[in-house]
């Protein structure tokens, strides 16, 4: 656990860059320091691994004072990634990952076995093993320097905006890939960004910070989302909240319908009254895998609802796992105005419509929203 206690840093010039701040990162968990611009987030991360010193207060790791260790030896046991990567670029890939395992005293046999591991570990192709940092895209880099922290196995890993470079979809895989991995590895992580969508996605714990170094709130992402503290935090939340905190309600025992679901070679006479009157179909095929939804004004001239024209469901949602967030989605872009509930295997349960979603979100469904 990483603890700050009632710290406080002034720079010469008067600048107060955080405030008494006291806080606990918990051990094996993600801790994101969020907020505006000069906010004191990465004074605050730099303070861990003692590249920056409180005016008062200390900062310790599990009860130890950083300042009482000798930093090279404090540095050796915390991983540090940052936006600008900074590999050597003289260095082959492997070697830079090697890097700390190098200056522990290993082998470099050793040091290259374990650096191959980890670039599997974060998705790099052995191949771009003897790469310079050059030869490599944004993103890659990004995973060699993950990679890189990880090498000597380190309890503790900071990270200071380390997505903040790449384009959106690489950002997207980079944070799945880190919490693959922190599924796996459970280090205590402290993680800067300024984006609050990136904090709710990694954060376990999100610290608000606003300017003049003043921690705003603390607590899990659901909690800022369902009670933000003030104005500032609901502000810096965004206008979808709401929407947001759907994503932590899950989908699971959503009421499903299932007569708008048909085979898609039932026959078309009667269809729509067997399916109660419904606007839309959804034909399935004999595994009940969805095929597409059907509108019951094109069912003249048809045989079976097969025939008519099928309109692309858009996603479905998984109602086992899926949050109330994605099940709304694919309401919203579905045509006919409906979600489609899958099991694992991608068989339909049932559909739920936008009312029928926002009616239940109303009840309260999945613990309310406020
Ligand atoms: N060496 C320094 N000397 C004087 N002031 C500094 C120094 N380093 C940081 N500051 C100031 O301390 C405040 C906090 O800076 P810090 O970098 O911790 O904020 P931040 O929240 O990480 O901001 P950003 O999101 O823009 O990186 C800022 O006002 C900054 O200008």
Not at 234 to 261: H, N, T, W, Y
Not at 288 to 298: A, Q
Request: aromatic content about 6%.
């Amino acid at each position: 656990m990483i603890t700050y206690d009632r710290v406080t840093k002034r720079y010469p010039d008067g600048t107060v860059a955080l405030d008494e701040l006291s806080v606990e990162c918990p051990a094996g968990e993600i801790t994101v320091f969020v907020g505006t611009s000069g906010g004191g987030k990465t004074t605050a991360l730099r303070m861990v691994n003692n590249m920056v010193e409180p005016t008062s207060g200390t900062v310790s790791i599990d009860g130890e004072d950083v300042r009482t260790r000798k930093p090279a030896q404090l540095r050796r046991g915390i991983g540090y990634v940052i936006q600008q990567v900074g590999l050597f670029p003289h260095r082959t890939i492997v070697d830079n990952i090697a890097t700390v395992p190098y200056l522990l005293g290993w082998n470099k046999k050793r040091a290259r076995a374990r650096a191959m591991e980890l670039m599997e570990r974060v998705g790099l192709p052995s191949t771009m093993a003897s790469r310079y940092a050059f030869q490599l895209s944004g993103g890659q880099q990004q995973r060699v320097g993950v990679a890189r922290a990880l090498a000597a196995d380190p309890p503790v890993l900071l990270m200071d905006e380390p997505f903040s470079a790449v384009d959106p979809v690489v950002r997207a895989e980079l944070q799945e890939e880190l919490l693959r991995l922190q599924s796996e590895l459970r280090k205590t992580i402290v993680f800067v960004t300024h984006d609050i969508d990136e904090a709710i996605k990694l954060g376990d714990r999100i610290g608000v910070f606003r300017t003049g170094g003043k921690l705003v709130q603390f607590g899990s992402p659901e909690t800022l989302l369902t009670d933000p503290a003030d104005e500032f935090v609901a502000a810096f939340l965004g206008r979808d909240r709401g929407i947001k905190r759907l994503s932590f309600l899950a989908a699971k025992g959503l009421p499903l319908r299932d007569e708008p679901v048909l085979s898609a070679d039932s026959p078309s006479s009667g269809a729509a009254s067997a399916a109660a009157e419904e606007a839309w179909l959804l034909a399935v095929d004999a595994e009940r895998k969805p095929l597409g939804w059907v509108s019951t004004e094109d069912l003249a001239g048809t045989a079976t609802i097969g025939e008519a024209p099928l309109h692309p469901i858009g996603h479905p949602f998984d109602v086992e796992t899926d949050s109330l967030r994605a099940a709304l989605d694919a309401a919203v872009l579905s045509p006919a105005g409906s979600a489609v509930g899958v099991d694992s295997g991608g068989a339909v349960v049932g559909v739920v419509s936008q009312e029928e979603l926002g009616a239940a979100i109303r009840g309260g469904f999945g613990g309310g929203v406020t």
